[in-house]
């Protein structure tokens, strides 16, 4: 059984780092594609970073530049690095995977979300 579980979470003040992390188990991870994906109070959940084989990345626009998306095989963990917080950052931010070289709109497999406040 597959389980994605989020760390990491918080209350920052804006311009300040926080570093996600997301620990898989029950799956082979260097198989799968993983991502991260948010959603604030009142909008759509939206793909924030995502990273498959090869190690192919794809960011939002938004996050562009400050965030980083990162894998470690050995610890079947994917990590969110972002750095430059603003507000509009703040969201719970969910885990993400799925058996595929790219990860689809509509991952099979979501971890339980962590929340990242970004005070102004």
């Known amino acids: 059984q597959v389980q994605l579980v989020e760390s990491g979470g918080g209350l920052v003040q804006a311009g300040g780092s926080l570093r996600l992390s997301c620990a898989a188990s029950?799956?082979?991870?260097?198989?799968?594609?993983m991502g991260w994906f948010r959603q604030a109070p009142g909008k759509e959940r939206e793909l924030v970073a995502r990273?498959?084989?090869?190690?192919?990345?794809y960011y939002v626009d938004s996050v562009k530049g400050r965030f980083t998306i990162s894998t470690d095989n050995a610890k079947n963990t994917v990590y969110l690095q972002m750095n430059s917080l603003k507000p509009e950052d703040t969201a719970v931010y969910y885990c993400?995977?799925?058996?595929?070289?790219?990860?689809?709109?509509?991952?099979?497999?979501w971890g339980q979300g962590t929340q990242v406040t970004v005070s102004s």
């Open positions: 993400a995977a799925d058996f595929f070289v790219v990860l689809p709109s509509t991952p099979r497999y």
């Open positions: 990273i498959g084989g090869g190690g192919t990345t």
């Open positions: 029950g799956l082979t991870f260097s198989r799968y594609a």
